[in-house]
C-alpha cells in the first residue's frame, strides 16, 4: 500500500505540476505577457512544484528532514542525472547568458543556503529573506526580458503556443480551472509522497533524510527530468541545460524560502550530517558546471557520463552510511585519496585546454 502511495503521489505531482505549468503559461499568453517571461517564471515556477508541495508539506506535517533533504538532494539530481543523462543523449551546447548570469547566481544562491544553514536551523526571518530575493530575481527577469523583447520587436517565438490555439488560450476560466486543479493535484500528491516516504524509512530502517535526499528527490525532480531529456532529444539544448539552473535557483529561493515562512517562528531544524557532507556536495556540483562550461560552452558525452558516476558514487556513500556498511571506511579512502583527486586533475585539464571562441 505503501509502494502504491508513493507511485500515486508521483503521478499527482508530475500531473498537477502539468496542469499548472499549462494554464499559468496559456493565461499568461492571453493577457499578452511575453513567452520569454512565461518560460523563466512561470515554466521555472511550475517544474519546481512539486518539491515545493512536498517540502511545505512535509514542514506542516513536523518532517523537517524531508523539507531540507528534498531541496539539497533535488538540486544534487538537477545537476548531477539530468545534466549528465542529457548530454549522454546529445552534447549540450550552452547559450553565454546561462553561463555569464544564471550559472554564478546559482552557485551563488547556493553558497547563501549554506550559510544560513550554518546554524542548523532556518526561521522564517531567513525564510523571508528567500523569498524577497526570489522576487528580486523575477523581477529581475521580467526587465530584462521586456529589453529583450523591445531590442527584437516582432520577431518574438510563441514556442509550442501555436498560433491556432489562440481562441482556446483566451478561455481564461479554463486556464483558471488548470491552475486550480493543478495546485489540488500537487497538495494531494504530495502528502501521499511524505506520509510513503515516512514509512520507507522507518521500514529499511534509515533516517527521513536519507529517503528525502534520494527517492524523494528524484520522484520530485521527474518534471525536469521530462522537460530537459526532452529538450535533448530535440536539440533545444538551452532548454535542456536552463531548466536545471533555473530549477536549482527556484528550490532554494522559493521551496527553501517558503519552507522557512511556512515553520512560522519555531523554524526548520537541520541535521547536523546535512552540513558536514550533502549541503557540501549540493555547492560543488553547482560549482563544477563552470569550469566546463567556460571551454568550449558545452558539456560532452564524457563529461555527463562522470556527472552520472558521481551521482552514483553519491548515492552509494548515503547506502552504505545509512547501513553503517563494513565497505564504507574503504570507500570513502578511495573516494577521497583517489576518484576525487582524478576528477580535480581532469577538471583542470580541462580548463586548460584550447578554448572554442
Known amino acids: ?4 502511495s ?32 512565461i518560460g523563466l517564471t512561470v515554466v521555472a515556477f511550475g517544474t519546481s512544484a512539486p518539491e515545493m508541495a512536498v517540502s511545505v508539506g512535509a514542514v506542516w506535517g513536523g518532517q523537517y528532514d524531508i523539507a531540507v533533504g ?6 544534487i539530481f538537477n545537476v548531477l542525472f539530468i545534466l549528465g543523462a542529457s548530454a549522454l543523449i546529445v552534447p549540450l551546447v550552452v547559450n553565454r547568458q546561462i553561463i555569464r548570469q544564471e550559472i554564478p547566481i546559482m552557485i551563488g544562491v547556493t553558497v547563501l543556503s549554506l550559510v544560513l544553514l550554518r546554524d542548523l536551523s532556518i ?25 529583450a523583447t523591445q531590442a527584437t ?6 514556442g509550442d503556443l501555436d498560433p491556432g490555439e489562440a481562441s482556446w488560450a483566451a478561455s481564461r476560466l479554463v486556464q483558471v480551472l488548470l491552475i486550480i486543479g493543478g495546485l489540488v493535484l500537487l497538495v494531494v500528491g504530495s502528502r501521499l509522497l511524505v506520509t510513503a516516504s ?43 541545460v536552463g531548466n536545471v539552473v533555473g530549477s536549482c535557483i527556484f528550490n532554494i529561493l522559493a521551496v527553501l524560502g517558503l519552507s522557512g515562512l511556512a515553520a512560522g517562528t519555531a523554524g526548520i531544524t537541520v541535521a547536523p550530517s546535512i552540513m558536514v557532507f550533502d549541503s557540501w556536495v549540493m555547492l560543488v556540483s553547482a560549482v563544477a558546471c563552470l569550469p566546463i ?19 552514483g558514487f553519491y548515492v552509494t556513500y548515503l547506502v552504505l552510511s545509512a547501513e553503517s556498511h563494513d565497505a564504507l571506511a574503504n570507500y570513502t579512502f578511495a573516494m577521497v585519496y583517489f576518484v576525487i583527486p582524478l576528477t580535480l586533475v581532469t577538471a583542470l585539464a580541462i580548463y586548460l585546454r584550447p578554448r572554442r571562441p
Open 70 to 75: 528534498n531541496v539539497i538532494g533535488s538540486n
Open 153 to 158: 520587436s516582432g520577431d518574438a517565438d510563441l
Open 6 to 37: 508513493f507511485a500515486l503521489g508521483l503521478v499527482l505531482l508530475v500531473l498537477g505540476a502539468r496542469c499548472l505549468v499549462q494554464g499559468a503559461s496559456r493565461l499568461a499568453f492571453a493577457v499578452g505577457v511575453s513567452p520569454l517571461v
Open 1 to 4: 500500500m505503501h509502494l502504491l
Open 198 to 240: 515516512v514509512a520507507f524509512a522507518e521500514a529499511l530502517g534509515v533516517s527521513d533524510l536519507v529517503v528525502a535526499l534520494t527517492i524523494v528527490a528524484a520522484g520530485t525532480s521527474l518534471p525536469e527530468v521530462a522537460t530537459s531529456i526532452t529538450a535533448a532529444l530535440k536539440g533545444e539544448r538551452d532548454i535542456a
Open 123 to 147: 526561521n522564517m526571518v531567513e525564510g523571508g529573506i528567500l523569498f524577497l530575493l526570489l522576487i528580486v530575481y523575477t523581477v529581475f527577469l521580467i526587465a530584462q526580458s521586456r529589453r
Open 293 to 311: 562550461l567556460l571551454t568550449d560552452r558545452e558539456i560532452a558525452r564524457w563529461e555527463g557520463g562522470v556527472f552520472l558516476a558521481f551521482y
